[in-house]
């Protein structure tokens, strides 16, 4: 099977620059003491009361040098292994978190629900070209309440599908809950 490619290398590289032009300039917002502690002491510009990091390029560049050349993503089963970084496939995702969503039955736009998030959760575990989850679900439920929406996200998507899930947790309850509880249980890495 032929690679996807979108982009040329020139495109690569004005986007590569472009990125280091704007994580020296503009900075990253960083809402972790101690990444942002380990970030200044290996030479980054540091605003700890706005928690804003600006990494120079060579610090940059140095991580991406140090930063495995593959890496494999996990679902549950060995035929869910998306490997990173090979060169020989081409993944694609499912994600959004759309507020809304086009009822099926009556045709016209409305807030999503819970049920539609499984519905939705359930029908990509079964579409083949589709790899995985990132940065939750499909739809964000609006009968579900914010501080545990992303417990939410993960129980429906643990539950209901046997695909990679990358959680863009948003608050720190949802986060030490998953790491103490969701992720070592369900095969995910445990955090440090």
Not at 27 to 52: P, S
Not at 144 to 152: G, Y
């Amino acid at each position: 099977m032929r690679r996807l490619e979108l982009l040329s290398n020139n495109e690569i590289k004005f986007i590569h620059s472009s990125s280091i032009r704007i994580l020296e300039e503009v900075g990253v917002n960083i809402n972790n003491a101690r990444a942002l502690k380990l970030l200044n002491a290996a030479g980054a510009e540091v605003d700890f009361e706005k928690k804003l990091a600006k990494p120079p390029q060579d610090l940059v560049e140095s991580m991406v040098k140090k930063a495995p050349n593959r890496i494999t993503l996990f679902g549950r089963g060995s035929k869910n292994l998306l490997r990173l970084g090979s060169h020989t496939h081409t993944y694609f995702h499912a994600g959004g978190l759309s507020p809304f969503i086009r009822d099926p039955v009556t045709g016209k736009q409305r807030k999503a629900t819970k049920d539609d998030v499984i519905y939705l959760v359930r029908l990509v575990d079964f579409l083949p070209h589709i790899n995985a989850f990132w940065a939750g679900t499909p739809a964000s439920p609006k009968n579900v309440q914010q501080q545990v929406r992303d417990l939410i996200y993960a129980k429906i998507m643990f539950e209901n599908s046997e695909k990679h899930c990358g959680l863009d947790v948003s608050n720190g309850f949802s986060r030490k809950i998953l790491d103490q509880d969701g992720f070592s249980r369900h095969g995910g890495a445990k955090r440090n």
